[in-house]
């Protein structure tokens, strides 16, 4: 699976009106399976399940992590991963990517030689579901972030944001068990990625964003899952300035979003919502009043995923 090119280096970007540049796809048959059994009266009923996989990642000759994934999108998750473990520099050259579909296997290779093994000895272990890691050095780059002060989040974006996510096709309303993440700008949703590790999801849209060299300046993060610490560190290191979620917060995430000066908004519900950090960025256009609320079955939907979160 080849892909080269030099980290950061953004691009002017126009995505087209009220299009998805990428989304989950819930009839590819490599990311969910029917399986078997009863239902509540003891009945005979077939369920979709998504399927984990594990998928190890070398970076050029060193092995890095092995990540349980549904399995789409390995290239961009490998490089995202590394971009957001601080593992990439933005002036790196990936001379490749190959992926080795049985052997469970993605290399990135770079021109400049890396050897990462005293920051693997030193890790955290979040609290991302599927056992999300931070390594050493990164809170020293979060430290030196500065997200753009300039950016705005119209309340009418975050409920067209809402609508839109909530109503698109995708593993988690087929199968459930999975979380998901948007790159939004505006009010238009960009790129949808899903994964059985919300971490996971966010290093597919930070290696879509590498790839396609998009600047984060005026994007918008929407996710499913927890507003945790390790939600708000990825990211700020992807450079985006608001982080949003429908479901809540920890303290911790709230008080690095405050020191890095990000919008964490949370509880995203229809016209609904509560900000923590970095209100000075909302405009609010939209009465709360007049606005039209979340749907009742996606009201219910999204007590399931705080659940699952």
Known sequence: MPLSGRAGDPKSFQPVEGEFLVRPDPDDERLSKAVAGIDQSGQPIDTRVVTERPLTLYLNAQEIVTMMTIGDHPDLLAVGYLINQNMLKPDDVVTGIDYDEDLEVVVVRTERATNYEDKLKKKVRTSGCAQGTVFGDVMDRFDEIELDADARLRTSWLAALTKKINTAPSLYLAAGAIHGCVLCQEDRPLVYMEDVGRHNAVDKIAGWMWSEKVGPADKIFYTTGRLTSEMV????????????????????????????????????????????????????????????????????KGARKDLDA
């Open 233 to 300: 560190i990825k990211t700020a290191m992807m450079g985006i300035p608001i982080l949003v979620s429908r479901s809540g917060f920890t303290a911790w995430g709230v008080e690095l979003a405050r020191q890095v000066g990000m919008t964490l908004i949370g509880r995203a519900r229809g016209r609904r919502f509560v900000a923590l950090s970095g209100a000075e960025r909302i405009v609010f256009d939209l009465d709360p009043a007049q606005g039209e609320d979340e749907a009742p079955e996606h009201r219910r």
